[in-house]
T-cell receptor, first 117, second 116 residues
């Protein structure tokens, strides 16, 4: 069965520090997608990034960067020079392309990130 | 630029009452979902639909029914609300495929439901 593990339940860092959110996944599929979503205190779920299983290039978007390593089944998310506005719950997710299974899209339980001023 | 819209945003129900949550998407997505989010439980899939007129059970379907009569709408019904159904409900949609946004789930803003 597919699984997404976000071992860090809650993290607190001081503003301007760098922070990495871990995501480890399990799947028997060779083709799949990985995602990160942000849920700020206002409650909505905001899509941040999608990465397919054939693309192991790291991605950088401003202060955000993502490190995808198939060898360790990890898709970690780093925020550089964190800001208070980064305080949110972050979810990692895994999607298969096979739609005859109930576990086609699996979310981790989330990491609550507190950025302290 | 509406995306996924849910109504109502907030509702308080008495035990045993019924209600319907409405979801509409304007992105022409084939797939639609209903999730619930509870503290410490993450997002759990209630029901989903892979196309107009089709629905399927997710991880926690008991106590809920759904219908997808039109491609853009996905309704979630609670026939007899119970306190255990107090939660935040999220509707979402996506399209299959490997295109730019293929398989990416887009969420509505959430509906806060309290059953007393």
């Amino acid at each position: 069965a597919q699984k997404v593990t976000q071992a860090q339940t809650e993290i607190s860092v001081v503003e301007k520090e760098d922070v990495t959110l871990d995501c480890v996944y399990e799947t028997r599929d060779t083709t799949y997608y990985l995602f990160w979503y942000k849920q700020p205190p206002s409650g909505e779920l905001v899509f941040l990034i999608r990465r397919n299983s054939f693309d192991e290039q790291n991605e950088i978007s401003g202060r955000y960067s993502w490190n995808f390593q198939k060898s360790t089944s990890s898709f970690n998310f780093t925020i550089t020079a964190s800001q208070v506005v980064d305080s949110a719950v972050y979810f990692c997710a895994l999607s298969t392309l096979l739609w005859d299974r109930d576990d086609k899209i699996i979310f981790g339980k989330g990491t609550r990130l507190h950025i302290l001023p | 630029n509406a995306g996924v819209t849910q109504t109502p945003k907030f509702r308080v129900l008495k035990t045993g009452q019924s209600m319907t949550l409405l979801c509409a998407q304007d992105m022409n997505h084939e797939y639609m979902y209903w999730y619930r989010q509870d503290p410490g439980m993450g997002l759990r899939l209630i029901h989903y639909s892979v196309g107009e007129g089709t629905t399927a059970k997710g991880e926690v379907p008991d106590g809920y029914n759904v219908s997808r009569l039109k491609k853009q709408n996905f309704l979630l019904g609670l026939e007899s609300a119970a306190p255990s159904q107090t939660s935040v409900y999220f509707c979402a949609s996506s399209s299959p495929g490997t295109g730019v946004s293929g398989n990416t789930i887009y969420f509505g803003e959430g509906s806060w439901l309290t059953v007393v």
